[in-house]
């Protein structure tokens, strides 16, 4: 059981470069979620999903786009970089619950 | 004892005694309080949540106490183990939207 699966683990890119961050869960859950993780702070959302086809801002959306493609995919795209949006990103999956959220092993992103 | 670091308060206690790990939040639409637990290089982990009608609530050698009067929440850990080490976040999530807002975390320290 895979759980949640990101990929790339490590991108480096340059200011003004775009790129889709990829995320896939295979626990059937209808709640996605994108965070974001400065280094030594807290987690901050990004953007979520409650649902297939919907998607909502976070708390610090500016600068990204989200696609909810699916039940299992939901990615997260940097349309222009910025050496602000270096930080380590995670994706995340809740089922009924809505409390036990499952995490995948992050993306490290250094914008330069 | 506590500190606060550069970032994130520590909390220091000697293995095998019991730590308390506090939290203060201010949204009082939270449906649930949950705690999750972040080892070094891992996405978070889920490890208890509490019901907002709820003051108390027992897992595997941990308790969360929850205190609506002066929005406090607590997390106690019985006999702390060195696999405890670790940073732990409280979050909130209020159910008509969906997401799970994460708290400032803090990092235990176990000594030998």
């Known amino acids: 059981n895979a759980g949640v699966t990101q990929t790339p683990k490590f991108q480096v890119l340059k200011t003004g470069q775009s790129m889709t961050l990829q995320c896939a869960q295979d626990?059937?859950?209808?709640?996605m979620y994108w965070y974001r993780q400065d280094p030594g702070m807290g987690l901050r959302l990004i953007y979520y999903?409650?649902?297939?086809?919907?998607?909502d801002k976070g708390e610090v959306p500016n600068g990204y786009n989200v696609s909810r493609l699916n039940k299992r995919e939901f990615s997260l795209r940097l349309e222009s970089a910025a050496p602000s949006q270096t930080s380590v990103y995670f994706c995340?999956?809740?089922?009924?619950?809505?409390?036990?959220?499952?995490f995948g092993q992050g993306t490290r992103l250094t914008v330069v | 004892g506590e500190s606060v670091g550069l970032h994130l308060p520590t909390l220091s206690v000697q293995e095998g005694d019991n730590s308390i790990i506090n939290c203060a939040y201010s949204n009082s639409a939270s449906d649930y309080f949950i705690w999750y637990k972040q080892e070094s290089g891992k996405g978070p982990q889920f490890i208890i949540d509490?019901?907002?009608?709820?003051d108390k609530r027992q897992g595997q050698r941990v308790t969360v106490l929850l205190n609506k009067t002066v929005k406090h929440l607590s997390l106690q850990i019985a006999a702390t183990q060195p696999g405890d080490s670790a940073v732990y976040f409280c979050a909130e999530r209020v159910n008509r939207d969906d997401k799970i807002i994460f708290g400032k975390g803090t990092r235990l320290h176990i000594l030998p």
């Open positions: 509490i019901r907002s009608n709820m």
């Open positions: 626990m059937n859950h209808n709640s």
């Open positions: 995340a999956s809740s089922g009924p619950s809505g409390t036990e959220a499952f």
């Open positions: 999903s409650a649902s297939e086809g919907t998607t």
